[in-house]
């Protein structure tokens, strides 16, 4: 009902369960799936998995919604392939919102989920980031640098642009050479290599990012 309540956008489907979902992904084509992680006969992360690793599905994004807001849920549903993650209290308005986020290309997660997944990495930084390999950020340029410390903190690329005195294209262009360079699937995985090398300092970890926009 909220999501047709919607203009922009239109519910195409609905399932059951994991399986279910992934085979609807098939037949129905969406834009975008909007995915539960506690479902009957094939759990959400599994179902994301298996849409993402599907060539034929290449362009359909993954919103992850879910009661369940912890460390390891977090992680897996990235690794899955799921390009946002919001828990089950986001007020309507901001579900919309993720939706059309998450839909335009760009990646979304709830703040305080992102927070201790940011201080889990930190932690331990022997776990692998997915997708992108230990030192891959010496690969970055000065200015490919200050860009991915904006990501990280949140900024999407008009916003980075304005900070940095950039177009939106050309930030756009940048953005897209980082995820190149690290082997990022996505935003979301910028974010994570951004803490995890130390190019940025969690909020009240008493550091400063490695480099960035003066």
Partial sequence: MLVDSARDMEVVGQAGTGRQAVELARDARADLVVM???MPDLDGIEATRRIAADEDLAGVRILVLTTYDTDDHIVEALRAGASGFLVKDTRPAELLDAIRTVAAG??????????????????????????????????LSERERQVL????????????????????????????????????RDRAQLVIAAYESGLVAPSGAGGQPASGPS
């Fill in 36 to 38: 539960d992680i506690r």
């Fill in 149 to 184: 410390v904006l990501v990280a903190r949140g900024l999407n690329n008009a916003e980075a642009a304005a900070t940095l005195g950039l177009s939106p294209l050309t930030t756009k262009t940048h953005v897209s050479r980082i995820m190149g360079k690290l082997g990022a």
């Fill in 106 to 139: 760009e990646s979304l997660l709830s703040p305080g989920p992102t927070s201790r997944l940011i201080a889990r990495v930190l932690r331990a930084p022997s776990v692998p980031v997915p997708g992108v390999p230990a030192g891959a950020l010496a690969a």
